[in-house]
């Protein structure tokens, strides 16, 4: 049954606001969408459709209003080897491949896997993403490179001038809309000695149509591209989620992370049949919307339908948008997107978090690969919580008559068993050794099989060097472990227990 109260807050609530973000977005993605077909060696009607296609698409089918979606370079970058080896074809066989992979992440409810992602990891990213903007727009600020010159620089200062100031007068057009077509006017006007869209690459004429991809169905051509689908669904998801919880941060809502993750593979796959490539979300574009005014699945159905009216019947036009105008947007981006407050946060975080975020944006910067420094930060946090945790562990000795207590205090794991086995004897070592040991482990819990194992090794120990042994005040899930898997010891009798419940 549809939710008529979600379709209204979602489509119809902002129209306006939608329908203006959503046409800056449009013009943003495309210079982007063709840069990231060269970057994958494709012809930019490749990167243009699959922008096209996937916004539309997602706009209906993802679980994040508001987030734009489309051609990306993160998924650009590793289908370069395909696409050079087998063609484009193939391109389009593992970009349907990509979706399907994303359909199944999201049945086996792999979205919940961001709950490992921390603070600190996602705050490493979007700076890096940041960085990663503003260093993409550099080539088009270089001196040396042909039609770039004083007024390429003069337009950047006019374009983010207005940016910043018209906002102060009036908000009823999304600023970064008005300096693109008063750039754009005034180089057709005076025809400025500046790059254009058009500079960029040739724009497509006509509509995309739907075809299947031109390969063989053969177990061979499924081992081509199996594993090029499988990265760039890992990278697409991995980035979409990040992206959709910073839009949550930004618009204080929330999003359907299951949703999102089928929906990103439903877009895919109709990208692909419409010839486009794989693509997710865009941080950067998905900043524009939101800071343009774009919150509900308006603006990036709106972004979708305005790039395709705009390549179909509108390609002259758009080709003579200044780049100018274009770069000092996404420099906008990167100075919105970069979280500021991390930097004199470095000095008042615990510096683990400072390392992580920090690890998450060199690896990023350095490769180019989201996934890549996501991945490292994730596992240094991983193992920054394991230390902490492993620390958290001690054990006193008392001396109670003719019995030596031991009281273990903390969690028991694979990482502190060691400092476990230390704590408790050898009992002959100590100055006043007694023949009747207790264990005491009520304040104590054991996680896994290394913990069982050592609290075998340390009873066997005792024994052996006969000591009469107890052990006491196992919790219910530590006294289910130790009826499994230990081998000296069970609760019950012989520990000096009854039977647990």
Same mark, same amino acid.
């Given at each position: 049954?549809?939710? @008529?109260?979600? !379709?209204?807050?979602?489509?119809?609530?902002?129209? @306006?606001?939608?329908?203006?973000?959503?046409?800056?977005?449009?013009? *943003?993605?495309?210079?982007?969408?063709?840069?990231?077909?060269?970057?994958?060696?494709?012809?930019?009607?490749?990167?243009?459709?699959?922008?096209?296609?996937?916004?539309?698409?997602?706009?209906?089918?993802?679980?994040?209003?508001?987030?734009?979606?489309?051609?990306?370079? *993160?998924?650009?970058?590793?289908?370069?080897?395909?696409? &050079?080896?087998?063609?484009?074809?193939?391109?389009?066989?593992?970009?349907?491949?990509?979706?399907?992979?994303?359909?199944?992440?999201?049945?086996?409810?792999?979205?919940?896997?961001?709950?490992?992602?921390? &603070?600190?990891?996602?705050?490493?990213?979007?700076?890096?993403? $940041?960085?990663?903007?503003?260093?993409? #727009?550099?080539?088009?600020?270089?001196?040396?490179?042909?039609?770039?010159?004083?007024?390429?620089?003069?337009?950047?200062?006019?374009?983010?001038?207005?940016?910043?100031?018209?906002?102060?007068?009036?908000? $009823?057009?999304?600023?970064?809309?008005?300096?693109?077509?008063?750039?754009?006017?005034?180089?057709?006007?005076?025809?400025?000695?500046?790059?254009?869209?058009?500079?960029?690459?040739?724009?497509?004429?006509?509509?995309?149509?739907?075809?299947?991809?031109?390969?063989?169905?053969?177990?061979?051509?499924?081992?081509?591209?199996?594993?090029?689908?499988?990265?760039?669904?890992?990278?697409?998801?991995?980035?979409?989620?990040?992206?959709?919880?910073?839009?949550?941060?930004?618009?204080?809502?929330?999003?359907?992370?299951?949703?999102?993750?089928?929906? #990103?593979?439903?877009?895919?796959?109709?990208?692909?049949?419409?010839?486009?490539?794989?693509?997710?979300?865009? !941080?950067?574009?998905?900043?524009?919307?939101?800071?343009?005014?774009?919150?509900?699945?308006?603006?990036?159905?709106?972004?979708?339908?305005?790039?395709?009216?705009?390549?179909?019947?509108?390609?002259?036009?758009?080709? #003579?948008?200044?780049?100018?105008?274009?770069?000092?947007?996404?420099?906008?981006?990167?100075?919105?997107?970069? /979280?500021?407050?991390? !930097?004199?946060?470095?000095?008042?975080?615990?510096?683990?978090?400072?390392?992580?975020?920090?690890?998450?944006?060199?690896?990023?910067?350095?490769?180019?690969?989201? *996934?890549?420094? =996501?991945?490292?930060?994730?596992? %240094? /946090?991983?193992?920054?919580?394991?230390?902490?945790?492993?620390?958290?562990?001690?054990? =006193? &000795?008392?001396?109670?008559?003719?019995?030596?207590?031991?009281?273990?205090?903390?969690?028991?794991?694979? $990482?502190? =068993?060691? &400092?476990?086995?230390?704590?408790?004897?050898?009992?002959?070592?100590?100055?006043?050794?007694?023949?009747?040991?207790?264990?005491?482990?009520?304040?104590?819990?054991?996680?896994?099989?290394?913990?069982?194992?050592?609290?075998?090794?340390?009873?066997?120990?005792?024994?052996?060097?006969?000591?009469?042994?107890? =052990?006491?005040?196992?919790?219910?899930? /530590? /006294?289910? %472990?130790?009826?499994?898997?230990?081998?000296?010891?069970?609760?019950?009798?012989?520990?000096?227990?009854?039977?647990?419940?």
């Amino acid at each position: 049954m549809l939710d @008529r109260a979600a !379709i209204r807050r979602d489509w119809f609530s902002n129209i @306006r606001g939608d329908v203006l973000a959503g046409l800056v977005v449009a013009l *943003a993605l495309i210079p982007e969408a063709i840069g990231f077909s060269i970057i994958a060696g494709v012809d930019p009607r490749v990167g243009l459709y699959a922008s096209v296609a996937i916004a539309m698409v997602i706009a209906f089918t993802g679980g994040r209003p508001g987030m734009i979606s489309a051609a990306t370079a *993160a998924v650009a970058v590793v289908v370069v080897p395909l696409v &050079r080896d087998h063609g484009v074809e193939y391109l389009f066989a593992a970009t349907i491949l990509m979706g399907v992979f994303q359909g199944v992440a999201a049945l086996l409810r792999l979205d919940l896997l961001m709950q490992f992602v921390s &603070r600190s990891v996602i705050t490493g990213f979007v700076n890096a993403l $940041a960085i990663l903007i503003f260093m993409a #727009q550099l080539p088009q600020l270089d001196p040396t490179a042909d039609g770039i010159g004083w007024v390429t620089y003069a337009m950047v200062a006019a374009a983010l001038a207005m940016i910043y100031l018209i906002p102060k007068l009036t908000t $009823a057009v999304p600023s970064p809309l008005i300096a693109i077509i008063v750039l754009t006017a005034l180089t057709i006007w005076l025809d400025a000695p500046v790059n254009t869209v058009s500079d960029m690459g040739e724009l497509p004429e006509g509509l995309p149509y739907f075809a299947l991809p031109d390969v063989p169905l053969t177990w061979e051509t499924l081992a081509i591209i199996a594993p090029y689908s499988a990265t760039m669904a890992a990278v697409g998801l991995l980035e979409s989620l990040l992206t959709a919880q910073i839009v949550d941060d930004m618009t204080h809502t929330g999003s359907n992370k299951r949703r999102e993750s089928g929906g #990103q593979g439903v877009a895919n796959i109709v990208a692909a049949m419409f010839g486009g490539m794989g693509g997710c979300a865009m !941080i950067g574009q998905s900043v524009i919307n939101v800071t343009s005014g774009g919150r509900g699945r308006l603006s990036t159905f709106t972004a979708g339908l305005s790039l395709l009216i705009l390549l179909a019947l509108l390609g002259d036009l758009v080709g #003579q948008v200044p780049m100018p105008a274009l770069v000092a947007i996404m420099i906008m981006v990167s100075i919105g997107t970069f /979280s500021w407050n991390s !930097i004199p946060n470095l000095s008042k975080h615990p510096w683990q978090s400072s390392v992580v975020m920090l690890t998450t944006v060199v690896v990023v910067v350095a490769t180019h690969n989201l *996934a890549l420094g =996501v991945l490292a930060g994730v596992i %240094l /946090s991983g193992v920054f919580f394991t230390h902490k945790v492993m620390t958290m562990f001690e054990v =006193v &000795r008392e001396r109670h008559g003719d019995k030596a207590v031991y009281r273990a205090k903390g969690q028991i794991f694979y $990482a502190s =068993v060691e &400092r476990f086995e230390a704590a408790l004897g050898p009992e002959g070592a100590m100055p006043d050794p007694a023949d009747h040991v207790v264990i005491d482990v009520s304040k104590a819990h054991f996680w896994d099989i290394s913990a069982i194992g050592a609290l075998d090794k340390v009873v066997e120990r005792m024994r052996r060097h006969g000591r009469s042994v107890k =052990v006491v005040g196992l919790n219910r899930a /530590s /006294s289910d %472990l130790v009826d499994k898997f230990a081998l000296t010891d069970k609760t019950g009798v012989e520990s000096g227990l009854a039977p647990h419940p």
